[in-house]
């Protein structure tokens, strides 16, 4: 898992759609190294490469597949 601030680069695969892969840069804005209860390890990625149609697409997914945020607090 990476720092918080660390710039990362990303690729992530969709099964539906276009593009079926959406690769960018971004920087680290959490980061949890082990399981909390409930809460898998993980890190949240502030997108700062992106497209305005990777944009369009990455908003037109979050609303059709109801994709709820998380931003842990610590």
């Known amino acids: 898992i990476a720092p918080i601030g660390s710039l990362v680069e990303f690729e992530i695969a969709f099964s539906e759609g276009e593009p079926k892969v959406l690769a960018g840069a ?26 305005e149609e990777q944009e369009l697409f990455i908003d037109s997914w979050v609303k059709k597949n109801k994709v709820i945020p998380f931003i842990p607090k610590s």
């Open 26 to 51: 971004g920087e680290v804005v959490w980061s949890r190294d082990q399981t909390v209860g409930p809460l898998s390890k993980g890190l949240g990625i502030k997108f700062t490469s992106l497209t």
